[in-house]
């Protein structure tokens, strides 16, 4: 589910796979990045965070 929400809100799935600190980062310059770029940076900031939640759960489960 995760992996999904990480389409919509990056930041927001970054901080729920337990790394408060660079979700923070990301939305700041999430948040800039879509409204100057019209969206076109937004497929980095999913694959930012769908690498964020793999580690996460590799951590998790090894």
């Known amino acids: 589910m995760n992996y999904l929400l990480a389409i919509l809100l990056p930041p927001l ?9 660079t979700s923070i980062v990301v939305f700041l310059i999430w948040v800039p990045a879509i409204i100057f770029s019209g969206g076109l940076t937004h497929p980095m900031f999913i694959i930012l965070a769908w690498l964020i939640i793999h580690q996460s759960n590799v951590k998790r489960t090894g």
């Open 13 to 21: 799935s970054i901080l729920l796979a337990g790394w408060p600190i």
